[in-house]
Nanobody, 123 residues
Framework: QVQLVESGGGLVQPGDSLTLSCRVS????????MAWFRQTPGKTREFVAA????????LYADSVKGRFTISRDNALDELYLRMNSMKSEDTAVYYC????????????????WGQGTQVTVSS
């Protein structure tokens, strides 16, 4: 049973930085496409960024491009999201997600999810 556990959320001020982590259990992390999504109350879950099982292949939502960086450490079975220049609109619950690796990287069909970690950006 694959489990995803996020950590690193918290309260920050506009302009601050924060790094989220996601630890994935099991022995197949290096074969997964991984992604971050976020959700605010009353809205649908929104794609943030994805990292392919293929090295150095990433994808970002336009709203975070240039501010957020997704990365992974296959030796530690961990996924990260470095968030810089944070804005109030980045406030959300952030979810880590996984799917079996594909040739094309996109935001669809992620099958496994973590429980989420709250990120609040407020002065």
């Amino acid at each position: 049973q694959v489990q995803l556990v996020e950590s690193g959320g918290g309260l920050v001020q506009p302009g601050d930085s924060l790094t989220l982590s996601c630890r994935v259990s099991g022995n197949a992390f290096s074969t997964y496409d991984m992604a971050w999504f976020r959700q605010t109350p009353g809205k649908t879950r929104e794609f943030v960024a994805a990292h392919s099982w293929i090295p150095d292949r990433t994808l970002y939502a336009d709203s975070v491009k240039g501010r957020f960086t997704i990365s992974r450490d296959n030796a530690l079975d961990e996924l990260y999201l470095r968030m810089n220049s944070m804005k109030s609109e980045d406030t959300a619950v952030y979810y880590c997600a996984a799917r079996s690796g594909r040739v094309a990287l996109d935001s669809r069909n992620f099958e496994r999810w973590g429980q989420g970690t709250q990120v609040t950006v407020s002065s």
